[in-house]
């Protein structure tokens, strides 16, 4: 299944068809709306790194201005979806193409019908090259207008981020308009040129902050009228001079066709390494390929100081920021299909360590903080007070930034697993052992001896289960930290055969004595952490006290447990936001037998809030369960994560993609069915585990610069070429 379609028109998905339908080339994005508008859209484009200050938030991914804006007007009538009669309506995204298509017959108020098709992408050939195509065949004679745009007045839901430069024609006649943040002080230049028939009269019309193309055509009944927009697209963090790049690429874009042929190109070879079959299951099929689709697109592939946020480049929800979902749910695409994107992606890591550092310094503590919400800079961008969920007239306190502390090993636990699988030693020599020192550094300076428990641990954090805050000794953070201080020690050793020159240097830098590196010793073997003898882990301290409960009693139900029990109330049951201990134990999975692994499972499962807590966890959940060998029940928890922005299972997608659940559908795919395992000496196998009604299932991965194909099938068997 490779199209994403919409049979029929219905204002009230709006928002969340606008999320879906985002096309984009991995330098920015653009929501699925209309190109003529429609009441209360929330029509937007990204740029990777176009961020200006906001109120609350701290900084935002700038809206910029609009490249879709078309009107049609026939004979003297807007064309408009929220005004006469939609006869007949269908919409689809290629996602093998990135080309999206939306092809309406309209019946005006004064009955003139016509048939109007727009087709667009952002080319993936061209990352500052932006295509639009619009064909109408009216059945009436008469006239037909076009109005071909560049809105400059684009607002993030009511925020103003620009503000206009200059605008015009230049000699050849393409239109521009230059625009720059305004606390940011970031330049944006777009470029257009409109073409068609040559009988079109066309005029400029120099609109303050929407530079427009006029075209009149005198229109005969079944005569199709076609007019490509074509527009570049540059910012001042690509050139100095940005209208000059833009126009360059534009005048590159000889027309139509020769842009799509080569969108068509490039694409093709992108899913080349990268694509999932699924025989037997179309939803399965078409989901996993839609997942892969939305990080392709978001996905920066020549800017190393960016990264992807939680919701890509496709709305406005978390304002573009960037947290742990890219290192533990995103990467791995990446770095199994396309690891020099994923390199580049951990650079924004390495260029962001500064930040890191200032953070943990602030707090009183040596070595690298991550934030756990990240922008531009790398600096801490959680923002500290949100609207309370049962009274916006309050605020509540968000504490992920000042107690998340497992971020910084996501980080270089994310390292470690692209240095296994590409083997790319250079880059870890150069850039990721450093992040893993000085990450294991803040893991040594922020544990605590607890003299009552005769152990090392961390108190007042947030795990990833955010239902509970401010809690001791969270089974992820202290486990992570351990394996980070561990890996940093291992790092050194292979560092002083390997790159004597560079461990001399990072030595010195980061200031690791050998009394250090046995302080670091010593705290990961006197790590805590709650286990019972059958391997029941407690997720923290006085986790097993707390209230139990049955979330089973509290179905059906739109909302998380976190509404309903409050913000402070959560923290008094047993009720979790995702599957802290097993992520653990997926990540570490080395570590731990299956026994382990089943008694944790077996306990935290039925205490998680699966349909309305995070969407990190049902794949994650889904893997486990495949791991166990529960299948069917792997299934369900799957199909949560693949349906989470298609169905809009949670009533959320308007806000822009779940990114993380979007690269934890494709793991629970690979890893989890697929049951693709890569071990630390770069080996691997395959332990198919298929839902009943899967015929097969073939997936593609890169190992050490090698790309295996790989077929399953559901009696177990396997091919591997």
């Keep these: 299944m490779w199209i994403l379609a919409e049979p029929s028109f219905e204002p009230t998905k709006q928002h969340h068809k606008e999320t879906i339908f ?411 052992a450093e992040i893993v020192l000085d990450t294991a550094k803040f893991c040594a300076a922020r544990a605590e001896w607890l003299n009552d428990r005769g152990c090392y641990g961390y108190t007042d954090v947030i795990g990833p289960d955010e239902y509970h805050d401010h809690v001791n000794n969270n089974a992820y953070t202290n486990l992570l930290a351990q394996w980070n201080l561990r890996t940093a020690l291992e790092t050194l050793a292979w560092l002083d055969q390997h790159a004597p020159q560079k461990v001399a240097d990072l030595r010195q830098r980061l200031d690791l004595t050998p009394e250090r590196l046995q302080h670091w010793q010593t705290v990961a073997e006197k790590m805590c952490v709650n286990v019972s003898p059958d391997g029941l882990i407690e997720q923290f301290d006085g986790f097993f006290k707390l209230k139990d409960v049955n979330l089973a009693d509290y179905e059906p139900r739109t909302k998380s447990m976190h509404e309903i029990f409050g913000i402070e109330g959560a923290n008094e049951y047993q009720a979790i936001k995702q599957p802290d201990v097993l992520m653990l134990q997926y990540l570490l999975r080395e570590h731990y037998s299956d026994s382990q692994i089943r008694v944790n499972y077996d306990y935290y499962t039925p205490r998680t809030d699966h349909t309305y807590g995070s969407s990190l966890g049902p794949p994650i959940q889904a893997i486990v369960a495949c791991q166990m060998g529960d299948v069917a029940e792997a299934y369900e928890h799957f199909i949560r994560a693949a349906r989470a922005d298609l169905r809009d299972v949670r009533g959320n997608a308007g806000d822009g993609i779940h990114a993380a659940s979007a690269g934890g559908t494709w793991q629970a795919v690979v890893f989890g069915f697929g049951g693709l395992r890569v071990h630390p000496d770069g080996s691997w196998n395959v332990r198919p585990r298929l839902p009943q009604h899967w015929q097969r299932l073939t997936f593609r991965f890169t190992l050490r610069g090698k790309t295996y194909t790989v077929t399953c099938y559901p009696d177990g068997r396997y091919t591997a070429a």
């Design 22 to 432: 985002t096309i984009g080339n991995g330098y920015l994005s653009t929501r699925g709306a209309f190109e003529e508008g429609y009441p209360n859209d929330r029509r937007a484009t990204f740029i990777h790194g176009v961020f200006d200050d906001a109120p609350i938030v701290v900084t935002e991914l700038a809206n910029a201005p609009d490249w879709l804006a078309t009107q049609i007007v026939l004979d003297g009538e807007k064309f408009s979806l929220a005004s006469g009669t939609v006869l007949a309506y269908r919409r689809e995204l290629d996602l093998r193409t990135g080309v999206l298509r939306r092809e309406v017959r309209w019946q005006s108020p004064q009955g003139r019908v016509a048939t109007i098709i727009f087709t667009r992408f952002a080319s993936l050939a061209d990352q500052h090259l932006l295509a639009l195509r619009c064909e109408i065949i009216p059945e009436f004679d008469g006239q037909v207008e076009l109005r071909s745009a560049i809105n400059g007045q684009t607002d993030n839901e009511g925020l103003l981020h620009w503000r206009p430069i200059a605008q015009g024609q230049l000699t050849d006649g393409t239109v521009f308009l230059r625009t720059r943040t305004r606390k940011s002080g970031i330049e944006l230049a777009l470029t257009m040129r409109v073409s068609g028939s040559d009988t079109a009269t066309t005029t400029f019309w120099d609109v303050e902050n929407v530079p427009t193309l006029q075209q009149v055509y005198q229109a005969q009944a079944g005569v199709p009228i076609v007019v490509t927009k074509l527009v570049g697209v540059a910012t001042s963090r690509d050139d100095a001079n940005p209208l000059e790049l833009a126009h360059r690429h534009l005048q590159a874009a000889t027309g139509w066709d020769e842009a799509l042929a080569a969108q068509q190109q490039v694409w093709a070879e992108e899913w080349e390494r990268c694509n999932v079959e699924i025989e037997g299951d179309e939803e399965a099929d078409l989901a996993v390929r839609f997942s892969i689709f939305q990080l392709l697109i978001a996905a920066p592939r020549h800017d190393p100081r960016v990264n992807i946020g939680a919701k890509t480049l496709s709305g406005f929800g978390y304002r573009g920021h960037a947290f742990w979902d890219t290192e533990i749910f995103m990467l791995p695409l990446f770095i199994y299909t396309a690891p020099d994107i994923a390199r580049n992606l951990l650079d924004y890591r390495y260029l962001t360590l500064p930040a890191a550092r200032a953070k943990a310094r602030a707090a009183g503590y040596e070595g690298a903080w991550y934030a756990w919400e990240s922008a531009d800079s790398g600096e801490e961008v959680t923002p500290t007070w949100v609207p309370d969920f049962h009274d916006k007239k309050k605020l509540a306190r968000v504490w992920t930034g000042d107690l998340a502390i497992h971020i910084s090993s996501d980080v270089a636990y994310a390292i470690q697993q692209y240095w296994q699988a590409t083997g790319d030693d250079a880059w870890y020599i150069e850039r990721g």
